[in-house]
């Protein structure tokens, strides 16, 4: 069964840090598209950052300098180092993966039929 369970959403001063993880199990994450999903109250999911072996890595331009995803295979984990935060970056975040994906499509929420439950990032200024 494919679980995801997100960690490390705290609330934090802008200007702060943060590092969310995504324990994955139940498929083979190494050859997944993984991504960071957001939904602050009241807007649009929004694909943060992708990552996926073949295709590399996308992020939205928003964060881009600020967010690094990355993963580790052999535990099993997705990471979102997030800098430099700022209240914008308040919502919930989500970790997706699905078994396949397309280069351009990869932060695209309809692409991803695996979800965790979220955790949420509060930034305040």
């Known amino acids: 069964q494919v679980q995801l369970v997100e960690s490390g959403g705290d609330s934090v001063q802008a200007g702060g840090s943060l590092r969310l993880s995504c324990a994955a199990s139940g498929f083979a994450f190494s050859g997944y598209c993984m991504a960071w999903f957001r939904q602050g109250a009241g807007k649009e999911r929004e694909g943060v950052a992708a990552?996926?072996?073949?295709?590399?890595?996308d992020y939205i331009d928003s964060v881009k300098g600020r967010f690094t995803i990355s993963k580790d295979n052999a535990k099993n984990i997705l990471y979102l180092q997030m800098n430099s935060l700022k209240p914008e970056d308040t919502a919930m975040y989500y970790c997706a993966a699905d078994p396949s994906c397309t280069l351009r499509t990869m932060r695209r929420a309809y692409e991803y039929n695996y979800w965790g439950q979220g955790t949420q990032v509060t930034v305040s200024s």
């Open positions: 990552i996926q072996s073949a295709y590399g890595i």
